[in-house]
């Protein structure tokens, strides 16, 4: 079916034709998941979006290269770390952008220096902030006042910290949170020093003498993964020298979090949990560690199979030329505090689900996510091979991308529908322009924005597509007069690409009715395949009118 202005058969009549022909089967862990794939290259500018199909919807494009993750907001903004060029050390970052679809720079926050420098990871937070991993220097004089054993002490010491950002402008932010693993230190090197004490009755306490080794380059810890859990408001980290991954706790204030009381969980900034190297905290040998590099440490989202897991991607499992994948059960009790065992460790033994397959090793960087369905993404940075499985460990979905270079991290994003604006102004009139980005699967595919001025809760429910918006008179408007001047380019044709564009309320100033002021719509879009059938809906957005 092709609809459009020419058709004999009026909009309505297709839509409610497409209504009761919707034949689209459910979508579930044996299919990919229909949203789209973000990464880039390391030693390139570019970050793209990809469909399920592997093809490349979209491109930001950028004068830095990554240092090193790249997201997708739930906006769909992109938020992409950049490398400023003030260090050589691997992972040095420097900044961060935040980018909309069409390449307009809207924060561009620097991190680097003097003393300090972001590197690898940031997650941004409900609130808009962003959280970020850096690095801040240590003196030698410094070092041995924490307890540093003396024949390991660098020139410069890099201990990690984390701060959180406010955006307060287009190229500032403010500081409004931080924790440094400085104030969490034990050591049984030096008793005159008042960090002193016993190393394995202390696993909320990190050992500054571990890993054993000088770090003449200063990156002692080398953290390259965070992420947040918004229900327990806890951070998760990745250690890759310590071989180690870390929850801390976010509730506490800066002060609480330089401390040992306070915060939601009572413990301050000290270690909530630890995994994956008990001899770190002298509660096993090394036959006990079980990372040997990693990355991407995730909380898996409420909603989604195994919610409050945590997924890792192991880079050598068994300390072999292999990769694997691990979901965690972590100990938790019935207030949600972690418990330790009866040999002093933290759990669990072992994964409550893995996954590796012969050829599947990338030497470092790379990543792992739980999606919505109950697959997995992940990313074998080193391969450059962004895949999907399903619990079964079948794949489903497989991209490996050309050219040199490695991939940090991949992250799947549910969105296909970016608004330019969430607002207009009635004085100087205008329009809310739209990016459809469908993917390739759905190229020649029948499009319609359709809206609603009730909201998306609870929506349109059809036998197999959720319609995120609520029917009333605006929504028959929408179906009724497509590609009017009002509604431009509402009703068409994808491209090969699944990809559109749309106006809606395209008016000179001051012909929008007073009567609008204030009020919010929301629009989202169907696609209709050529047998009359809805096959997708896509995420809402919504502006308001303003003076």
């Known amino acids: 079916m092709r609809t459009d202005t020419s058709s004999q058969r009026s909009p309505s ?31 390139g500018t570019d970050t793209w979006l990809v469909d399920a199909k592997g093809a490349i919807v979209h491109t930001w494009s950028s004068t830095f290269t990554p240092g090193l993750a790249v997201h997708v907001e739930p906006d769909g903004t992109l938020l992409r770390t950049i490398d400023t060029g003030k260090s050589t050390l691997a992972g040095a970052g420097g900044g961060l952008q935040r980018v909309a679809l069409d390449g307009a720079l809207s924060w561009d926050f620097r991190y680097d220096g003097p003393g300090v420098l972001s590197h690898h ?7 808009g902030n962003v959280l970020m991993i850096a690095w801040e220097d240590k003196t030698p004089t410094e070092a041995l006042a924490a ?12 201990p990690e910290h984390i701060i959180e950002v406010q955006q307060t402008g287009p190229s500032s932010g403010a500081i409004v949170w931080e924790w440094h693993v400085w104030d969490h230190l034990i050591q049984d090197i030096d008793p005159t020093r008042a960090n002193f004490g016993v190393v394995g009755a202390h696993p909320e306490l990190v050992d500054i003498n571990y890993p054993p080794t000088r770090a003449a380059n200063g990156d002692w810890l080398h953290c390259n993964g965070i992420d947040y859990d918004p229900i327990h408001d806890r951070i998760i980290l990745s250690t890759l020298n310590a071989a180690e991954i870390w929850v801390i706790d976010h509730s506490t204030t800066t002060a609480e979090a330089a401390s040992h009381r306070g915060g939601r969980w009572g413990k301050g900034g000290d270690l909530l949990y630890r995994w994956g190297n008990p001899q770190a905290y002298r509660a096993g040998t090394g036959q006990d560690q079980v990372f040997h590099g990693q990355h991407s440490p995730r909380f898996v989202p409420a909603g989604y199979p195994g919610a409050g897991n945590l997924t890792v991607f192991l880079n050598r499992l068994n300390n072999a030329n292999q990769s694997a994948v691990y979901e965690l059960i972590p100990p938790l009790d019935s207030a949600g505090n972690f418990r330790l065992d009866a040999s002093g460790r933290y759990g669990p033994t072992g994964p409550t689900w893995s996954y590796t397959a012969t050829g599947f090793f990338s030497t470092n960087v790379s990543s792992a996510e739980r999606l919505p369905n109950g697959n997995t993404l992940i990313c074998s940075g080193r391969q450059r091979h962004v895949f999907e499985v399903t619990p079964s460990g079948s794949q489903v979905a497989s991209h490996t991308v050309p050219g040199p270079g490695a991939l940090f991290n991949a992250e799947y994003v549910d969105r296909w529908l970016w608004s330019k604006s969430d607002a207009l102004s009635v004085s100087p009139g205008g329009s809310i322009d739209l990016d459809l980005v469908t993917g390739s ?10 809206g609603t001025l009730s909201g998306t809760t609870p929506g349109l429910t059809l036998p197999t597509v959720h319609v995120p918006l609520n029917v009333d008179s605006w929504t028959w408007d929408t179906i009724a007069y497509p590609n009017t001047a009002l509604l431009a380019r509402t009703l068409g044709v994808l491209d090969t690409n699944g990809r559109a564009s749309a106006s809606l309320l395209t008016v000179r100033p001051g012909l929008i009715p007073p009567a ?12 209709i395949d050529q047998t009359n059938a809805i096959t ?12």
């Open 121 to 127: 990871d940031v997650t941004a937070l409900p609130n």
């Open 13 to 43: 009549r297709v839509f409610l034709c497409a209504l009761a022909f919707s034949t689209l089967g459910a979508v579930t862990a044996q299919t990919p998941a229909p949203g789209h794939r973000v990464f880039g290259s390391l030693n």
């Open 147 to 158: 307890g540093r054993d003396p024949t390991r002490v660098p020139t410069v010491l890099l």
């Open 536 to 547: 997708f809906a896509s995420n809402p957005v919504a502006f308001s009118i303003t003076r």
């Open 516 to 527: 609008l002021i204030g009020l919010r719509f929301d629009h989202a879009y169907i696609v």
């Open 441 to 450: 699967q759905h190229a020649g595919s029948t499009y319609w924005v359709l």
